[in-house]
């Protein structure tokens, strides 16, 4: 089962968390430099390492499904894109996917639903091991795992985590947030990491810091900040309703309506009504917008990854589509997700 | 060309230093740079790595970039590993391999504790390979036979320690 379709914790404000760790192999180039028959052979290498994982070879695999894996937050854009030769790795039932010759020659990354980041850490090491085992990993006593660029240096870890936060965005909080987390060596960012945009109200907080702090305080210092965050979006959640519980169900309503009626709907304008869908579903005891009980956080996380572009075109036979097709298709699957309409 | 700063020694290095995206440019003798705090080793002081016009120097706001180009010459150190240089590093923001770290140790410190601040790495070390636990292993078996074997020489129990012998032979081929 993919990852969004699961049940999780605290799923009314996180939607998943996520750990990546990333190693350099001595005496191979990274980069560009790495030729493309090192590159091959790492993936190979990788390969008996790796056993129990499923091998996909990205720069033979056709440039939609790449994207789709990309919309699913599997792979790194970057990864999904690129021409030269790599490979991932990947474990669906324990959630671990490991990018080999990806901007590092390895970049181990393992994501979970909900809330539950040191679940995350400990998956991440345990898929770490057999590529620590076969290959002699590039470690320095001072500066730590040695990593192509060296903003990464040290733990070379990335922990995040996925979050909903619509209530304070509309209130206008997301700025000052970001620099209290700058402070305190975490980041925000937009749903598709780096230079992505903060859509559908969902940021990815992560730490910023690799070097000088360890990967259980990097794990703590986060969660600290993150436990922060959902205390407030949920109290800011019913401060809202609360103040006009007849203009929040009307909006939630409404947007519900659009997604389970449209004909025709782009990415853009389904991502505006999924906040307040997915809102009116996270506040189901304190706000009646009248949405179905089968219209659960998981139900409506799916629908966020499978009306992505490449993931749709893929649900649709990876055929070529025009956006136009695409809208169509998407309001029609929305329909058949979340309005129990047969999905014709 | 004579020195900006100076005025008397011949200029030898041109530094360009670009704060909040305004770049100003000097001309300076070898004397006046390292007065500056600029070093020249190898052709690439601090902040040289992160120079102009790499990602990075938009985070870290200044970044002075100095290196010689007036008459100076020098040969250019190689990683012995992946053959870059410390300008195709910089150039770059990031390096060929692992063993650049190593090669280029000192020119990049200072950019390292620019991005980091001064600290030393605190986390895991990484897990033996398999190939190194396995000598860590026989190692460790062939020290404990040795006590053996020392141990039955000072008891005289020749028999015994001809066995051990033969497994110390055994494990070391």
Known sequence: MSWYAETGNKCDVVLSSRVRLARSIEGFPMGERLSDEQARELCDRAGDALRGFDRIDFDKLDPVTAAAYAEEHLVSAEFASSKSPRALYKSDAEGDYIMVCEEDHFRIQSITRGYSVSDAYERAKRAEAPIASAFPVAFDNDLGYLTHCPTNLGTAMRASVMMFLPALTRRGSIPSLSRQLSRLGLTVRGMYGE????????????????????????????????????????????????????????????????????????????????????????????????????????????????CQPAVLTLLSGGGEMTPRDRDIRRASLLRGRLGGASDN | MLCEKCGKNEATIRYSEIVNGKKTEMALCGECAAAMGL????????????????????????????????????????????????????????????????????????????????????????????????????????????????????????ERAAEIRDNIRKIDS
């Open chain 1, 195 to 306: 230079g992505s945009e903060a859509v559908c109200c969902i940021y990815q907080i992560s730490n910023q810091v690799t070097l000088g702090i360890s990967e259980e305080e990097t794990v703590s210092k986060l969660c600290e900040a993150v436990d922060f965050i959902i205390d407030q979006e949920r109290k800011c959640r019913l401060d809202t309703v609360s103040r006009d519980p007849e203009s929040a169900a009307d909006a939630c309503a409404r947007a519900y309506g659009t997604l389970t009626h449209a004909r025709m709907i782009s990415c853009r304008e389904f991502m505006e009504k999924f906040v307040d869908v997915r809102l009116a579903a996270s506040l189901r005891g304190s706000l009646d917008a009248g949405i179905p009980e089968s219209v659960t956080l998981e139900s409506l996380d799916t629908s966020l990854i499978e």
């Open chain 2, 39 to 158: 070093g020249t080793d190898g052709g690439f002081g601090l902040g040289d790595l992160f120079g102009a016009g790499t990602l990075f120097s938009n985070i870290f706001g200044a970044i002075p970039d100095a290196r010689p180009q007036y008459g100076a010459s020098h040969i250019e150190k190689r990683c012995p590993v992946c053959g870059a240089s410390m300008s195709e590093i910089a150039k770059r923001g990031k390096v060929g391999c692992a063993e650049c770290y190593r090669t280029f140790k000192s020119e990049l410190a200072p950019s390292i504790r620019r991005i980091h601040g001064d600290v030393k790495y605190v986390g895991d070390a990484p897990a033996k390979s398999e190939a190194e636990n396995q000598l860590l292993e026989k190692k460790q078996k062939l020290e404990s036979l040795r006590r053996e074997l020392r141990e039955a020489i000072e008891k005289e129990d020749f």
